[in-house]
């Protein structure tokens, strides 16, 4: 483990240079491949200011899924027309709002539709449908939800989706419409995106559209090695959407979330306690795997640590809060782990470091390693008085 001053720990560290690779690389192809493209964040994926922030003054955009993510990044200084607004949940001031401000607003649901129809407001922004992606276009071990199918957008199976176009086309007063397919994916494939740009390109035929964009949202791997990398991704999206779509005509919006910030976080944590059971050694740190699996499934992490002593045989690694169940990983011929000793997990920045509340202890502060080796903080940790002051209502 490095030298360097250590951080306080618990803490998030966010590296700058990482950020900038990551961003950098789909930048480099969407430039190459598809000018005039935009890559837009996943809020939800991080909704830390500093990034909202930090992809601002990058050029990328902002892409919601609520009115309160909305009003974030409005607060973080991007302009409604360097937004993008998607969800099932849209409150009727947000989404009137992104339609009038500039916005590029794709709907998804039925009172979306019906807000719209009934408000008629004047459109300054770009318009576009979510479609509802039948698991049947994707290889069975690529997508989930076989039986009940996805739960976003119009079906064209069912003509929601064709009945979506033509009340849209009247809305938009013969604007270009827009197209949004994003996909779920377990294994982040490039198939997946071939497969759901070559159903965009069938859409496009068959309702004769020239869309304004096509917005494939996000899920890719980002600075992973021995992963897809972004030239893979575009490239096989471009090729399945030209037979249909001008890219001189059409824009290309990417949504990287945990592309551009999984790889970029850490978590530093110290060693607490060491005790030995009936059973096993019990090491207990200071973070918690609410901090770095929010969907309790990983087994093992990416991490290093400062323990130089000789293997033991087992060491449970435990967080500190007081459910049994805790227990990020079981290290087996391991260097033994004591007090103080360090550990750091690498690649954990999808919806870790905003995800959920305060539980037991509040959420660990967050620091920024700069591209230059400098420090920043840039989310302190909440005082329990500050926790109270929040939570209790005034009289």
């Given at each position: 483990?490095?030298?360097?001053?250590?951080?306080?720990?618990?803490?998030?560290?966010?590296?700058?240079?990482?950020?900038?690779?990551n961003i950098g690389g789909f930048r480099q192809e969407l430039d190459?491949?598809?000018?005039?493209?935009?890559?837009?964040?996943?809020?939800?994926?991080?909704?830390?200011?500093?990034?909202?922030?930090?992809?601002?003054?990058?050029?990328?955009?902002?892409?919601?899924?609520?009115?309160?993510?909305?009003?974030?990044?409005?607060?973080?200084?991007?302009?409604?027309?360097?937004?993008?607004?998607?969800?099932?949940?849209?409150?009727?001031?947000?989404?009137?709002?992104?339609?009038?401000?500039?916005?590029?607003?794709?709907?998804?649901?039925?009172?979306?539709?019906?807000?719209?129809?009934?408000?008629?407001?004047?459109?300054?922004?770009?318009?576009?449908?979510?479609?509802?992606?039948?698991?049947?276009?994707?290889?069975?071990?690529?997508?989930?939800?076989?039986?009940?199918?996805?739960?976003?957008?119009?079906?064209?199976?069912?003509?929601?989706?064709?009945?979506?176009?033509?009340?849209?086309?009247?809305?938009?007063?013969?604007?270009?419409?827009?197209?949004?397919?994003?996909?779920?994916?377990?294994?982040?494939s490039p198939r997946v995106y071939a497969a759901s740009a070559g159903y965009a390109?069938?859409?496009?035929?068959?309702?004769?559209?020239?869309?304004?964009?096509?917005?494939?949202?996000?899920?890719?791997?980002?600075?992973?090695?021995?992963?897809?990398?972004?030239?893979?991704?575009?490239?096989?999206?471009?090729?399945?959407?030209?037979?249909?779509?001008?890219?001189?005509?059409?824009?290309?919006?990417?949504?990287?979330?945990?592309?551009?910030?999984?790889?970029?976080?850490?978590?530093?944590?110290?060693?607490?306690?060491?005790?030995?059971?009936?059973?096993?050694?019990?090491?207990?740190?200071?973070?918690?795997?609410?901090?770095?699996?929010?969907?309790?499934?990983?087994?093992?992490?990416?991490?290093?640590?400062?323990?130089?002593?000789?293997?033991?045989?087992?060491?449970?690694?435990?967080?500190?809060?007081?459910?049994?169940?805790?227990?990020?990983?079981?290290?087996?011929?391991?260097?033994?782990?004591?007090?103080?000793?360090?550990?750091?997990?690498?690649?954990?920045?999808?919806?870790?470091?905003?995800?959920?509340?305060?539980?037991?202890?509040?959420?660990?502060?967050?620091?920024?390693?700069?591209?230059?080796?400098?420090?920043?903080?840039?989310?302190?940790?909440?005082?329990?008085?500050?926790?109270?002051?929040?939570?209790?209502?005034?009289?």
């Amino acid at each position: 483990m490095s030298t360097e001053a250590l951080f306080p720990t618990p803490c998030f560290v966010i590296r700058e240079e990482l950020l900038s690779e990551n961003i950098g690389g789909f930048r480099q192809e969407l430039d190459r491949l598809w000018p005039g493209s935009r890559l837009a964040y996943s809020v939800k994926t991080n909704s830390l200011p500093w990034i909202l922030s930090w992809m601002k003054d990058q050029d990328v955009d902002a892409e919601v899924v609520s009115d309160e993510e909305y009003e974030l990044a409005l607060l973080c200084g991007f302009p409604d027309d360097r937004i993008v607004f998607n969800g099932p949940v849209k409150g009727r001031q947000a989404l009137l709002r992104g339609v009038s401000s500039g916005a590029v607003v794709n709907l998804d649901s039925r009172s979306d539709l019906e807000i719209l129809v009934r408000e008629k407001p004047a459109v300054a922004g770009r318009l576009g449908l979510r479609v509802n992606m039948n698991p049947d276009l994707f290889s069975p071990e690529d997508v989930g939800y076989q039986q009940d199918g996805f739960r976003f957008g119009y079906s064209e199976e069912t003509g929601a989706l064709a009945e979506a176009v033509d009340l849209l086309s009247g809305i938009t007063d013969g604007k270009s419409l827009g197209l949004h397919i994003h996909v779920n994916s377990v294994t982040r494939s490039p198939r997946v995106y071939a497969a759901s740009a070559g159903y965009a390109a069938r859409l496009v035929r068959k309702y004769g559209l020239t869309p304004a964009y096509v917005d494939i949202g996000g899920g890719f791997f980002g600075g992973v090695p021995g992963k897809p990398s972004p030239e893979e991704y575009v490239r096989v999206i471009r090729d399945a959407l030209v037979p249909a779509v001008d890219p001189d005509r059409t824009r290309l919006i990417l949504e990287p979330g945990s592309a551009a910030v999984g790889s970029a976080v850490e978590l530093h944590t110290a060693v607490l306690d060491v005790k030995d059971t009936a059973r096993g050694r019990i090491v207990t740190t200071d973070g918690s795997r609410i901090h770095i699996d929010p969907l309790w499934q990983k087994s093992r992490y990416l991490f290093t640590s400062s323990a130089s002593r000789p293997p033991v045989p087992r060491q449970v690694v435990c967080g500190y809060t007081c459910m049994d169940h805790d227990r990020l990983m079981v290290l087996e011929n391991q260097p033994e782990l004591s007090v103080g000793d360090r550990i750091v997990y690498h690649r954990v920045g999808n919806y870790t470091v905003t995800f959920g509340g305060p539980f037991i202890r509040p959420f660990p502060p967050v620091w920024v390693r700069r591209a230059d080796g400098s420090r920043l903080l840039v989310r302190k940790q909440m005082t329990v008085r500050e926790y109270y002051g929040m939570e209790t209502a005034e009289s």
